[in-house]
């Protein structure tokens, strides 16, 4: 199955792990907590095979006791761990040239994010790419239940036939929400999910942003 940019009019971008280079400081500050807890540590490619959403039943694998402390709190300890680091993730190199490259070519840009919609916006701009989005939607606390609502609301906002709207993603859950929107997908083994578990779902796979461009 091959998918061509040309025959969209509307893309709809995961955040994390797709246009931002964070898994591995996912990984770092896990790390960090599973350590103070006497807890295996674990490597970024473990990671890639353990992260899912709900996060929740990530946590769970890790060896999270919920009955010694809720989610809610290693949660938002997590959250605030990572969110002091934040500004030391950049975004993949070919971003910023595929982005314009899409803009330029008229096509509407649209973000689709587990982050919350305040920092997700704060990233935007700090990185310099708010600007190339016609909507930024992210959700309502941090606690990255899954983004199928707002999947739902912003493909309603966009307003366009759903043969005319693609999501580019990096995880099984973004495969989950295109097909719960009735939308195309590809994906991309560079983030937050393996290779191995994204080709197990028979969608389009690339391995660079800038293999977008080339079927404009």
Request: glycine share 6%; with cysteine.
């Amino acid at each position: 199955m091959t998918i061509e940019l040309k025959n969209y009019s509307h893309i709809i971008w995961d955040w994390n792990g797709t246009l931002l280079d964070d898994a591995w400081l996912c990984v770092d500050v896990m790390n960090g907590m599973l350590s103070e807890r006497g807890l295996p540590l674990k490597t970024v490619e473990e990671y890639q095979e353990l992260f899912d959403f709900p996060v929740k039943d990530y946590y769970a694998k890790l060896g999270y006791n919920f009955d010694e402390e809720s989610f809610d709190k290693v949660g938002m300890e997590f959250i605030l761990r990572h969110n002091m680091r934040q500004a030391e993730t950049l975004l993949y190199p070919e971003v910023n040239e595929v982005l314009k490259r899409i803009s330029a070519y008229g096509l509407s840009q649209n973000i689709l994010s587990a982050r919350e919609q305040n920092e997700l916006i704060s990233e935007t701009q700090a990185l310099k790419v708010f600007s190339y989005f016609d909507r930024i939607c992210g959700l309502e606390d941090h606690y990255a239940h899954g983004k199928t609502d707002a999947g739902i609301k912003l493909v309603n906002e966009i307003g366009a036939e759903k043969d005319k709207i693609l999501f580019i993603g990096d995880t099984r859950h973004d495969a989950e929400v295109a097909a719960k929107l009735e939308i195309d997908c590809i994906l991309i083994p560079n983030g937050h999910h393996s290779e191995y578990r994204l080709s197990q779902l028979g969608l389009p796979i690339i391995h660079s942003l800038s293999d977008l461009i080339k079927t404009l």
